[in-house]
């Protein structure tokens, strides 16, 4: 394909223009952000005062509103009661933040489609989320991720390890960048201070989060999820019509921005990092993180948490079309506007100079709905994490009440935490995507690695878990503050790519892992605690109403087991394909092989 000039923008620059704002937002387009807010707060808070009218209606008291009776199931998992829709609907928005709007069409604008390679792999991580893991975390009722460690080794300091890393990631990958997104945006669109627009945007996002906690984050990912796409791809469809098309985008910019595998030395999406590192963080994100995890534990059934993760499996195909494109077409139209506010800016410069009034504000609600959604479920997982790994365990006596009030005392303290590392984002990168993968292939493969040998390999010990999971996040945290402490440039270890760095990282902590489950010459004394038979997981997997096991059973269970199996091992091992000792689902089988089809005939045609 040849290479052509870009296409001159038909909408100049307008010269009283102040620096860093784009003009083109109207008062029309102010109010219907402004009904956006209001009808998403609406439908955050609807649980909440449900009930309470329910029983002024039946005249019951006392009336008090729900998040005062409100259990950690209801809050931290929504009462375990979600379909398969809501499931797909709050995956979807939990992973599409603003950061994806700003940071994939940056990038897009930046050096082409190869970032959209993320985008695709996650269709092939969520199958393995609902068909391997998936299963087990339903059946060892579970509410966190390091919770599952915890009782697969019968190990506290697991727990807290974890704990501390995935509270790390999320301030450092998911908080400050989220919020700072929505500065960029209200910066470029309202001349907004950052501060300002972080400020308003957390209040607006913390009120239902505190208050409804999973379930009304739950309900307006359903909502926002229909704004995400119907947004995205009015303005995808907008935009390559002004472009003149495919072949027209493909004639105004290099032949390089068209290509998903890039030269092994490519600064940013080297082909061997894009295939075996980008996995490693994949990984980490789509099955062991517990903004997204947290989201199929919420499912009332296996199945209906298995449908949804391939439903939205089929939605992650998308972002490639309606993030990434609309930057290249960003750059072949305005190219002006992209060079003087950054290539950041390419999204919100689309957005003002190819929509009419009204549609802009619609958009603009549209990055909202992103932004807010994909918050809310980090807001929400934080909260999780802390109240039930940390103080839950240090107060084994505190209640429900209090566990809910403790969450709601962290969301605060995580939204404090990432408006001071905002700056730091802000100096640290000229592309927001590859910060958020930097900073995950820094510290996520230690994470992968220890939850696949915890699934996969009964010999793991309890001891190699944790100085892998050191190991790694000290290697990880050294790489990371050293660049931003200026030492990008001083050694190989800092020059090295991100996706190479993971790579690397991923094998020292299997190698040490492998080497001290080796030398301990045992496996862990522990599994998990409520693990079941392989007949048993396979009769779960099969059903479509997942019955969770609480610990006495698991004894009763257990004790059972011994007498019929007196010569066997009393823990079965637990293997990355128990799935398949199930009778599959013909619609979920058939929809993952399309998938499947799907992704790999992409993967070819943009080779």
Known sequence: MSTADPITSSSPLPTSEAPGTLHGITSGDIVVVVLYFIVILAIGLLDLWLPMVRRWLSKSTPIQPAHD??????????????????????LFASNIG???????????????????????????MLLILGWVFVPLYLHHNVFTMPEFLKNRFNSPRLQLTLTI?????????????????????????LGWNLFLSAGVLIIATGAYTLLGGLRAVVYTEIFQTGTLLLGGLSLMAVGLHQVGGYHGLRNALPDSYFHLF???????????????????????????DQVIVQRVLCAKTAAAARSGTIAAGFLKLLPM???????LMAKALYPEDVLRHGTDAAYPILIVRVLPPGAAGFML???????????????????TLFAMDIWRTHRPQAS?????????????????IGLVWIPIIQNGTDQLFVYIQSVSSYLSPPVAVVFVAAVGFRSTSERSVFWTLMFGLSLGLARLFGEFAGHADTSVFFKLNFLYFALISATSCVMLLATLSWWDGQRSDTAIVTTVGMEDLGQALEGDQMELLDSDDTDDNRADNDDNR??????????????????????????????????????????
């Open 262 to 288: 890039r030269k092994p030395t490519d600064p940013d999406y080297p082909w061997p990092g894009m295939v075996f590192g980008l996995q490693l963080t994949s990984l980490w994100y789509w099955c062991t």
């Open 98 to 124: 603003s950061e994806h709007f700003i940071g994939l069409a940056g990038s897009g604008a930046a050096t082409g489609i190869a970032v959209g390679g993320y985008e695709w792999s996650a269709g092939i």
């Open 566 to 607: 007196a010569d066997k091992d009393d823990i079965r091992d637990l293997k990355l394909g128990v799935w398949g000792t199930a009778k599959l689902h013909p619609i979920q089988a058939g929809a993952s092989v399309a998938l499947l089809i799907v992704i790999v005939g992409l993967y070819a045609g943009f080779a």
């Open 69 to 90: 009776n409100a259990t950690s199931t209801d809050y931290f998992l929504a009462s375990r009661e979600m379909s398969w829709p809501a499931v797909m609907a709050s």
């Open 165 to 189: 890393m995935s509270l790390l990631l999320y301030i450092f990958t998911k908080i400050s960048v989220t919020l700072y997104a929505g500065g960029v945006v209200f910066r470029l669109l």
């Open 365 to 383: 609600a549209a990055m909202l709905a992103a932004l807010m959604s994909s918050l809310a479920s980090v807001f929400n997982s934080s909260s």
């Open 400 to 416: 429900e009440g209090e566990l809910v009030r403790v969450g709601r005392i962290v969301i605060v303290v995580m939204c404090v």
């Open 321 to 327: 079309f309606m993030m990434v494109w609309p930057g």
